[in-house]
């Protein structure tokens, strides 16, 4: 069985990561998508919230389940029997960083990472572009799909409301 892992921070999933998750699965068994939660970084999403998005990104694909990991994703893979690592690469910057991640982990547990090159369409898309502009009510209908815009809106309303409410107890 040939079992691989995309992992990630996923804050949140966009239609970068769904493609790369869709070619991953046509060329693989079994995949997992894998959520880094870190616990030095907080994120605008929680881990459950980042796995209801993306169960529901990946609801068709038959061979895609999701999950969350905390601590070396080495450990993860050794865990879960996974025999690569799926990585992708939207541009050169990418490159430095995933080399060096990806020699660490070989380095370290002898696992592989294979690398897929991100569809042009969405090289320019990453989830903290996608953030920036939600948060000041840009249109992001076209780099994420519905039901995350959605929890976008919701989320930086919550945050303006928990604001204002701040600000308010201060007075
Ligand atoms: P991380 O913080 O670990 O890079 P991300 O959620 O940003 O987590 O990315 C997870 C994976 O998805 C990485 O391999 C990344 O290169 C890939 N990815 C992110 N955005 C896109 C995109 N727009 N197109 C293709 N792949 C992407």
Known sequence: MRRVVC??????????HIDIIRRVARQNEEVIVAVLVNVNKKGLFTADEKLDMLR???KEFDNVTVAKF?????DFCRANDVSAIVRSLRSVSDFDYE???AQMNYQLAGVDTLFLTANPK???LSSSLVREIAQYNGDVSALVPPYVEERLRVKYAELAARRVGRRRGLR
Not at 7 to 16: A, E, L, M, Q
């Open 7 to 16: 992992p990630g921070s996923f804050d949140p999933v966009t239609n970068g």
């Open 122 to 124: 969405y090289s320019f």
């Open 70 to 74: 905390d601590g070396l994703l080495v």
């Open 56 to 58: 529901e990104a990946t």
């Open 99 to 101: 080399l060096q991640i």
